[in-house]
């Protein structure tokens, strides 16, 4: 469906920049290309002290209090007079949610109130953060279907594939479901030469071994401890290699005290985060394998992404969400979640390399998208639900 004139869009998320993950990615991303194509886009998040916004779309901020421990900052929009009639004055055409706590939640009010058509994105497995911070099922449940709420209130709910669509009905939500899968601006036809000599020299990347990546928030939610459990697997085995973890989280601190206690400190490489984007796409470039186990995130992970644009495969966890478009050996590799199945299935791949630049290309055909087409679609679907709300 044509558009006729450009829509006005609030996406509403919990955390926003200069905290960095994948749903703020997403959401960035969503804003920018939709800007480029003439829409007004407003984001709406929690203030943070001191970060002054640059954007090519508009930013607003609502009250906010810092939660170190967990690196968010946690917005309470009623709290803020200012920010209320802000908002109340924008004529959105639709609402998009990216989080289901206090601005999802402000967000799905105001779309009621004003009788604007608002859609959300499940980005996680909430269940599984629920749990980590209550160790209590019932806290856990409550917490579930207090943010289920959210999403019952909207006219769709949009997830990156099917693997999240039965996550979803599990949660208890059964209203209508739209594909939209991630997608990534990172392109291997640029010229990153530069940025190649200086990742070798900064991480002495200049040997013959093999290298592992990591990219991701650092959490134990994410399987960061079971990546070093298997790397000390391959180094009992007589294996060279170094290993990039990048990005930074809460978990940093007990993911160095355990590489250290596992005697990994010169084979091991935390980064931090990286806000530059050419940085990292010379480390995926480099890279010969991105170690990604992680039972949290949801079909088709940004970084799956990001690593297949140069050509990187991933190996995942046999039958996760995560590893929803993985062929075996085919455009991925997937191995059992057990320490020493996973080291061997690496082992085997790394004493392969023709099997492993032949899966490379074929992750780069199969699973690399680009924002640019991504959104086109967005684009079509924002314009069908408004019709339809009219």
Known sequence: MELKSSLTIGLFVDNFYPHIDGVVMVVDRYARHLTDLGHKVFVLAPKNNGYIDNFPYEVLRCNSIPLKKINVDWGGPITDLEFVNKVHSINFDLIHVHSPFSLGKFAVKLASKKHIPCIATLHSQYKQDFYKATKSKLITWLLLQNAMQVYKKTCETWIMGETTRKILRSYGYHGPVRIVPNATELDSSKNINLELKNIETEYNLSGYEPIFIFVGRLVLLKNILFIADVLKILKDKGLNFKMLYVGSGADENILKEYINELNLSENIILTGMLEDRNKLAALYTRSDLMIFPSLYDTSSPLVQIEAAAFN????????????????????????????????????????????LKSVGKQANKDLYINWTDVIKNVESYYSEIVAKHK
Do not use: H, W, Y
């Not at 991933?314 to 020493?340: M, P, R």
């Open 312 to 355: 990187t495969p991933a190996i995942l966890i046999k039958n996760s969400a995560a590893a929803c478009f993985v062929k075996d050996d085919v455009n991925g590799f997937t191995a059992e979640f057990k320490k020493e199945k996973f080291a061997n299935k690496i082992m085997q791949i790394i004493n392969d390399r023709s099997l």
